[in-house]
């Protein structure tokens, strides 16, 4: 890997929307753009017919439920003037019946097009192709009986929270409460109840480490304000009565990953966290976990040991109690969200970096992800955690 700037290096790999592909598509120039507009336009080469997400793995059917949360008590970091920080939260979690409620969706029509026009795109995939996509839970099934581990979920930079549907949707069907957060202002495609379509104002704002760091922390605000509004039977009544307040995660992708970190740091009832190829951003990354288990997984191409674009190797030595390294050959930094998935099922180029086909990134994604919180939030012994395993070569256990 040749050594860039540190900013250059920054801008490159984490995460604002505009500097990485979108849909498992390669980042492309202008004159590349209009080349697979050209490629695309003929009939016949593109699917129309809306994909589908990945099928859940556990025994339980998933329900849905999206929360609008505003903490009062705070002023948004992005638009000083707006009414407190606003989040969107979509919950995911085990429910009763298989079939009941209606189908959930994906993005919305405006989600969808902001979605597709931010990587050049639009022509490319029908926005309502992608907001048509299927999802496998349901809005209104009434929740499983029980109490359940809670995992919140971050985005990375840029993207929204829909990015992360099937871990969220995979995770509740095994019986957890899976909160995917959409942070106000961070996103350029999400669109918040009244059809308000929020601009991603820091976007525009944040350019090198520090601002970086300045996101993690208010993301950390975010995520343990979530913690207590879900935990809050005034506030969110059956949802509550799921959520075992003992069994607590965090995980994300991107600066996501930095925000489950932090946020363990910050907050000692998240008792697990997982960064899904992202880079930490604040100096003391790791300090504040103690001996709480962290799982680290990433793209080989950035992550592995003494990379010069990646701030794993301090966090790692900061890490006193149960942790992993893994690093993924032939993925990219999207391998681990639904883009790859969807770009194969919509006949997207792939990125040549990172050659990985949508299923195998999904499945190595959703099976040491899945065997992280199992181990770490149930208790129940997970062999796939304790070093390579010939069904999946790619996936490299570093311990530096």
Same mark, same amino acid.
């Given at each position: 890997?040749?050594?860039?700037?540190?900013?250059? /290096?920054?801008?490159?790999?984490?995460?604002?929307?505009?500097?990485?592909?979108?849909?498992?598509?390669?980042?492309?120039?202008?004159? @590349? @753009?209009?080349? /697979?507009? *050209? @490629?695309?336009?003929?009939?016949?080469?593109?699917?129309?017919?809306?994909?589908?997400?990945?099928?859940?793995?556990?025994? #339980?059917?998933?329900?849905?439920?999206?929360?609008?949360?505003? &903490?009062?008590?705070?002023?948004?970091?992005?638009?000083?003037?707006?009414?407190?920080?606003?989040?969107?939260?979509?919950?995911?979690?085990?429910?009763?019946?298989?079939?009941?409620?209606?189908?959930?969706?994906?993005?919305?029509? &405006?989600?969808?097009?902001?979605?597709?026009?931010?990587?050049?795109?639009?022509?490319?995939?029908?926005?309502?192709?992608?907001?048509?996509?299927?999802? #496998?839970?349901?809005?209104?099934?009434?929740?499983?009986?029980?109490?359940?581990?809670?995992?919140?979920?971050?985005?990375?930079?840029?993207?929204?929270?829909?990015?992360?549907?099937?871990?969220?949707?995979?995770?509740?069907?095994?019986?957890?409460?899976?909160?995917?957060?959409?942070?106000?202002?961070?996103?350029?495609?999400?669109?918040?109840?009244?059809?308000?379509?929020?601009?991603?104002?820091?976007?525009?704002?944040?350019?090198?480490?520090?601002?970086?760091?300045?996101?993690?922390?208010?993301? *950390?605000?975010?995520?343990?304000?979530?913690?207590?509004?879900?935990?809050?039977?005034?506030?969110?009544?059956?949802?509550?009565?799921?959520?075992?307040?003992?069994?607590?995660?965090?995980?994300?992708?991107?600066?996501?990953?930095?925000?489950?970190? /932090?946020?363990?740091?910050?907050?000692?009832?998240? @008792?697990?966290?997982?960064?899904?190829?992202?880079?930490?951003?604040?100096?003391? /990354?790791?300090?504040?976990?103690?001996?709480?288990?962290?799982?680290?997984?990433?793209?080989?191409?950035?992550?592995?040991?003494?990379?010069?674009?990646? &701030?794993?190797?301090?966090?790692? +030595?900061?890490?006193?109690?149960?942790?992993?390294?893994?690093?993924?050959?032939?993925?990219? #930094?999207?391998?681990? *969200?639904?883009?790859?998935?969807?770009?194969?099922?919509?006949?997207?180029?792939?990125?040549?970096?990172?050659?990985?086909?949508?299923?195998?990134?999904?499945?190595?994604?959703?099976?040491?992800?899945?065997?992280?919180?199992?181990?770490?939030?149930?208790?129940?012994?997970?062999?796939?955690?304790?070093?390579? *395993?010939? +069904?999946?070569?790619?996936?490299?256990?570093?311990?530096?």
């Amino acid at each position: 890997m040749t050594t860039r700037p540190r900013r250059a /290096a920054v801008a490159a790999l984490l995460t604002c929307a505009l500097a990485v592909p979108l849909l498992g598509a390669a980042p492309a120039s202008a004159s @590349q @753009q209009a080349h /697979a507009q *050209t @490629q695309y336009s003929v009939p016949g080469t593109r699917s129309t017919s809306a994909p589908e997400l990945p099928r859940p793995a556990g025994p #339980h059917p998933v329900g849905r439920r999206t929360l609008h949360l505003v &903490d009062r008590h705070r002023t948004d970091p992005w638009v000083p003037t707006a009414r407190g920080r606003e989040l969107l939260v979509s919950v995911s979690y085990p429910a009763r019946r298989t079939g009941a409620g209606s189908p959930a969706a994906y993005v919305t029509a &405006d989600e969808a097009r902001l979605l597709l026009e931010a990587r050049g795109l639009t022509g490319v995939v029908p926005a309502e192709t992608l907001a048509g996509t299927r999802t #496998h839970a349901r809005v209104g099934a009434a929740p499983a009986r029980g109490r359940f581990p809670l995992v919140l979920l971050s985005p990375g930079f840029g993207m929204p929270r829909t990015t992360l549907t099937s871990l969220a949707d995979d995770l509740a069907s095994r019986g957890y409460v899976v909160a995917a957060v959409d942070h106000a202002y961070e996103s350029l495609a999400t669109e918040f109840p009244g059809g308000r379509v929020m601009p991603c104002v820091a976007c525009e704002k944040v350019d090198g480490r520090a601002e970086f760091a300045g996101v993690v922390r208010g993301r *950390t605000a975010d995520l343990s304000f979530v913690i207590d509004e879900l935990t809050d039977r005034r506030r969110t009544g059956a949802l509550a009565r799921m959520i075992d307040p003992r069994r607590i995660g965090a995980a994300g992708h991107s600066i996501g990953g930095a925000t489950a970190a /932090a946020t363990m740091a910050a907050d000692r009832r998240v @008792q697990a966290g997982a960064d899904l190829d992202g880079n930490f951003f604040v100096d003391d /990354a790791g300090a504040g976990i103690g001996e709480r288990p962290f799982l680290m997984l990433g793209a080989e191409s950035v992550h592995s040991p003494g990379g010069d674009i990646t &701030d794993w190797d301090g966090a790692w +030595s900061r890490l006193h109690g149960w942790k992993r390294w893994l690093t993924v050959d032939g993925a990219g #930094h999207f391998s681990f *969200t639904d883009f790859p998935w969807l770009g194969d099922r919509l006949g997207l180029p792939t990125d040549p970096e990172a050659p990985l086909s949508g299923e195998r990134s999904w499945h190595i994604t959703r099976d040491y992800v899945a065997a992280f919180f199992e181990l770490h939030l149930r208790g129940v012994p997970q062999p796939l955690l304790d070093g390579p *395993t010939a +069904s999946r070569p790619e996936v490299e256990f570093h311990r530096p």
